[in-house]
């Protein structure tokens, strides 16, 4: 049971490049999410879904892109990189809203 | 509006001796608080939960809470501490009446473990 699995670990980019970041998990959760962690400001929620087909914007969500057209997979779409997108991202899920959420290991994005 | 404050940014002790690390909440509602901890490289992992039952809640790896309502705290204690304790541990409250469970983090305590 691998959990909460996101790739890559770890990304360079040059400003105004697009990329996607993946995430993907094997429990059959309904919810799952997109934070960003950056230094002294703890995580912040980007966008979330809760079910396949449906996702909502969460506290920063400018200048990226969801979809979820399956319940195992929540891609992070950026569309053109900026270096205030410098950040380490975590995916999460849960199987209902009120239940414990699992969270993946990181993505560190650099954009230069 | 829910919100959390991790009182110190950074707490220093020497193996075998308490760990206390401080959170104070902001809720309108009774609220779900959470801790969770990032140790270097690592995803977050879910150390213990407050959800309006007990007030001293128990986690894993001897990590306790006590939800506090008087004081609006809910600070994470352990009575020794351990070499492999020293990791980011964050305070985390859930926005309540919404359809997902929106967490909000504080902004982190970072625990250094000397020998």
């Known amino acids: 049971n691998a959990g909460v699995t996101q790739t890559p670990k770890f990304q360079v980019l040059k400003t105004g490049q697009s990329m996607t970041l993946q995430c993907a998990q094997d429990m059959n959760h309904e919810y799952m999410s997109w934070y960003r962690q950056d230094p002294g400001m703890g995580l912040r929620l980007i966008h979330y879904s809760v079910g396949a087909g449906i996702t909502d914007q969460g506290e920063v969500p400018n200048g990226y892109n969801v979809s979820r057209s399956t319940t195992e997979d929540f891609p992070l779409r950026l569309l053109s990189a900026a270096p205030s997108q410098t950040s380490v991202y975590f995916c999460a899920s849960s199987w209902g809203p009120n239940t414990e959420a699992f969270f993946g290991q990181g993505t560190r994005l650099t954009v230069v | 509006a829910q919100s959390v404050t991790q009182l110190d940014s950074h707490v220093s002790v020497s193996e075998g001796t308490p760990v206390l690390l401080r959170c104070n909440y902001s809720?309108?509602?009774?609220?779900?608080l959470f801790w969770y901890v990032q140790h270097p490289n690592k995803g977050l992992q879910l150390l213990l939960k407050?959800?309006?039952?007990?007030?001293l809640v128990k986690g894993i790896n001897g990590f306790e809470a006590e939800f506090k309502k008087s004081e609006t705290s809910f600070h994470l204690t352990k009575p020794s501490a351990h070499m492999s304790d020293a990791a980011e541990y964050f305070c985390v409250v859930r926005k309540e009446n919404t359809g997902f469970q929106k967490l909000v983090f504080g902004t982190g305590t970072r625990l250094l473990v000397s020998p």
């Open positions: 809720s309108s509602y009774s609220p779900s």
């Open positions: 407050y959800t309006s039952a007990a007030t």
